[in-house]
């Protein structure tokens, strides 16, 4: 008896839940909708750069390191004081670089028989280098700047890119643009397809810069070639465009 009432039970508590489940309409959604639409949004903002970056080497080669150390310290003393007379602020001066190499010759000796005895190895000097990299918050001085670093008969100057300060704002301001043609689209397929959109059930956004860059501008120091006019070149900044693409997935009914 006990085991019949316990069976009926059973049976009456698994139909209630049947019941609620159907009422609910709603099992499963969470984890698989069976009804959604996905569509893909771009925005695209476009800005003037307001920062130019670009970098030197100051290199020596002496007998012993002291001396190369010291000629390379001087005359980078001297260039960071004028790039801050300029009015680049210390901040935006950064060491990239700073390396010693033991410089040797090689002496070749006369050989009679085989086997040649190995050349011998003798010490030159040493190799010092500093790489600095200078960030131009004034673009319009980028010219001047690079013409004044060339005059201290650096190793080379090189690498001039333009880019934005506060390039999260416009990240932004392309992503909202990006998700308002989504729901655009979202909205013009539910139309079309009799349907109407319930909620965002996914997102997903790659976006990224389309950085500008200006050709790599080369000054050579001693025995290469020198920038010879102390005319200021025009550097253009051009435009930085940034695009956010979006992927959004509706649940429709």
Known sequence: MVLLLLAIFSLLFFFKFINEVKKSGYIGREYGIQNS??????????????????????????????????????????????????????????????????????????????????????????????SITVKVRDTKNTGDLLTMVGEYEVENVSGINFSIDDEDALMEEARSLAIDDAKNKADQLAKDLGVKLVRVVSFYENNYP????????????????????????????????????????????
Do not use: W
């Open 210 to 253: 389309m950085p500008y860059y200006a050709d790599s501008y080369g000054v050579m120091g001693k025995g290469g070639d020198m920038m010879e006019s102390s005319v200021a070149p025009e550097i253009p900044t051009g435009e930085n465009t940034i695009t956010s693409n979006v992927s959004v997935t509706y649940e429709i009914r």
């Open 37 to 130: 639409i996905t569509v893909t949004g771009n925005g695209e903002v476009v800005s003037v750069p307001d920062i130019a970056t670009f970098s030197f080497t100051v290199r020596s080669e002496k007998s012993t390191v002291e001396a190369s150390q010291k000629e390379v310290t001087d005359k980078t003393n001297k260039i960071i004081s004028a790039l801050k007379d300029k009015g680049v602020d210390e901040k935006d001066i950064k060491t990239t670089g700073y390396n010693i190499y033991p410089q040797y010759d090689y002496n070749n000796i006369q050989c009679f028989a085989y086997p040649c005895p190995p050349s011998k190895q003798v010490l030159r000097g040493y190799e010092v280098s500093h």
